[in-house]
Structures are given as C-alpha cells and as structure tokens.
C-alpha cells in the first residue's frame, strides 16, 4: 500500500508554478560556477543547527535563487519551487559495475522564505521526509517501466513528471584528497546536471579536496546570466554563518 500511495502522490503533484527559470526552451546553453567554498565552513553550519551538509547547500541555493528573483522584480512564489534530486540506489558491493541504477525524488526549494534559518529548516524538513519515504524506489520502477514502453508513451510520461519540477539538483561527494593527471595536481573539479522535457536548469554541487564546488546550467532564453545566480551563493552561506555565531 505505501509503494502504491507513493505513486499516487507522484502521479497527482501539481506542475510547478511559472517562474523566470521556467518558459518554452531555446538551442543555447549557458553555464556558471563561484569560487570554491572550503567544506568546513558548510559542516560547521551544519553542526550548530543540527542540519546535514546536503541541507545546508540546497538551502543557500534556494536563497540564491530567491535574491536573483528579487532582483530582477520577481516575485517568489508563496509555495516555493521543487528540484527533482537523484538518488543513488545502487547497493555499495555493486559500485564498480556499469549503468545508471538510480531514483527521483522532488525535493521543495523554499525560495519563498525570507529567513535563511527558516529556509534551512524548510529544506532539512523536507530531507527528512523524503529519506523516510520510498518515492526513489517508486521512481526507479516507473522510469524503468516507461524505458521498456513505446515512444508514443515516453513522450507525454516524461513531459508530465518534468512540468513537476523546475530544476535537476544533485550533490555529488568527490575524493576529499587531491587528484593527480600526469604528476599534476587537479586544483577544481564541475559537471553539469543533464536536464530532460521542460526543465532547463541544472544545479551541480561537489565536493573535493575539502572545497565545495557550486555550479549552474540554464537555458539561454530563460536566464540569459547565470553568473547573477551563482555570485549569490556563497553570500547565502555567509549570513548563515553570521546568524548561527
């Protein structure tokens, strides 16, 4: 019955409400990331308000989003916007083996909030909710299902649950040891979240070598700068800073 219930509420959540980062998509990408933050800086928020590193991140980029949308005379929506996160379902003796092996969950970015505690708390909630719930599991087997379905099918399937979310957000743990190509050190590390339908914006977190690595991917037409969007993060994680001293 909970796998069930689980599908239902998938199948039933709303679209998610028009914004600047959602519109009819063009030909052209555009990418932008910050300087590296060190991963210190985001544990210790964590450790104070009893948060996880994940929650802390989503959070300062929910607020990133926000002030970018204040910015340029847009008005948050009251019930936030949602980002669909990857799960990772792979069990971990199975690591080294090839293919994607991975669910969805939407995860609710409150850039409605003002408070950035208040936002954080909102984010964590959230968290929470999803680690308990068997919505990745449920994901997986649908996704799975539609791959085995005709075209004809896919389509409509994939436009639905994409009009659901208005970004793909992931964070990705990276080596916390430096790398090395041919004797020289790797100094930063980015990739780019790939998007499908309708959603034209990538959020890509990473950690290595004790830095955390903020990037953005949004469709030209939509955000034509996003380096006005990822110039907000770190800020985002400085008033958390300021407000938990």
Same mark, same amino acid.
């Given at each position: 019955?909970?796998?069930?219930?689980?599908?239902?509420t998938?199948?039933?959540?709303p679209? #998610?409400?028009?914004?600047?980062?959602?519109?009819?998509? !063009?030909?052209?990408?555009?990418?932008?990331?910050? #300087?590296?933050?060190?991963l210190?800086?985001?544990?210790?928020?964590?450790?104070?308000l009893?948060c996880?590193?994940? #929650?802390?991140?989503m959070?300062?980029?929910a607020?990133?989003?926000?002030? /970018?949308m204040?910015?340029?005379?847009?008005?948050?929506?009251?019930?936030?916007i949602r980002?669909?996160? %990857?799960?990772?379902?792979?069990?971990? $003796?199975?690591?080294?083996?090839?293919?994607?092996?991975?669910?969805?969950?939407?995860?609710d970015?409150?850039? @409605? $909030?003002?408070?950035?505690?208040?936002?954080?708390?909102?984010?964590?909630?959230?968290?929470?909710?999803?680690?308990?719930?068997?919505?990745?599991?449920?994901?997986?087997?649908l996704?799975?299902?539609?791959?085995?379905?005709?075209?004809?099918? &896919?389509?409509?399937?994939?436009?639905?649950?994409?009009?659901?979310a208005?970004?793909?957000?992931?964070?990705? %743990?990276? %080596?916390?040891?430096?790398? /090395?190509?041919?004797?020289?050190?790797?100094? #930063? &590390?980015?990739?780019?979240?790939?998007?499908?339908?309708?959603?034209?914006? !990538?959020?890509?977190?990473?950690s /290595?070598?004790?830095?955390v @690595?903020?990037?953005?991917?949004?469709d030209?037409?939509n955000?034509?700068?996003?380096?006005?969007i990822?110039?907000?993060?770190? %800020? $985002?994680l400085?008033k958390?800073?300021m407000?938990?001293?």
């Amino acid at each position: 019955m909970a796998t069930v219930s689980e599908l239902a509420t998938a199948i039933t959540l709303p679209d #998610d409400p028009h914004t600047v980062f959602r519109g009819p998509l !063009g030909v052209s990408k555009r990418v932008a990331w910050c #300087d590296p933050i060190p991963l210190e800086l985001v544990k210790a928020v964590g450790k104070v308000l009893d948060c996880t590193v994940n #929650d802390v991140l989503m959070a300062c980029a929910a607020g990133a989003l926000r002030q /970018y949308m204040l910015d340029i005379g847009e008005t948050p929506p009251e019930i936030g916007i949602r980002a669909t996160v %990857p799960v990772n379902l792979r069990p971990l $003796e199975h690591a080294k083996k090839l293919g994607n092996h991975f669910g969805l969950v939407f995860l609710d970015l409150p850039v @409605h $909030e003002a408070n950035p505690i208040a936002r954080l708390f909102a984010v964590r909630a959230c968290m929470q909710k999803l680690k308990s719930s068997r919505q990745a599991m449920v994901s997986f087997g649908l996704l799975a299902a539609l791959g085995l379905g005709p075209a004809v099918v &896919q389509r409509p399937a994939l436009e639905m649950f994409s009009r659901k979310a208005t970004a793909v957000a992931t964070n990705v %743990p990276g %080596p916390p040891v430096p790398l /090395y190509l041919a004797g020289l050190k790797i100094t #930063d &590390q980015m990739f780019w979240v790939p998007q499908t339908g309708s959603v034209g914006m !990538g959020l890509s977190i990473l950690s /290595y070598n004790g830095m955390v @690595h903020f990037g953005l991917i949004v469709d030209k037409k939509n955000v034509p700068l996003p380096n006005l969007i990822v110039q907000r993060f770190k %800020p $985002e994680l400085e008033k958390l800073l300021m407000l938990t001293l």
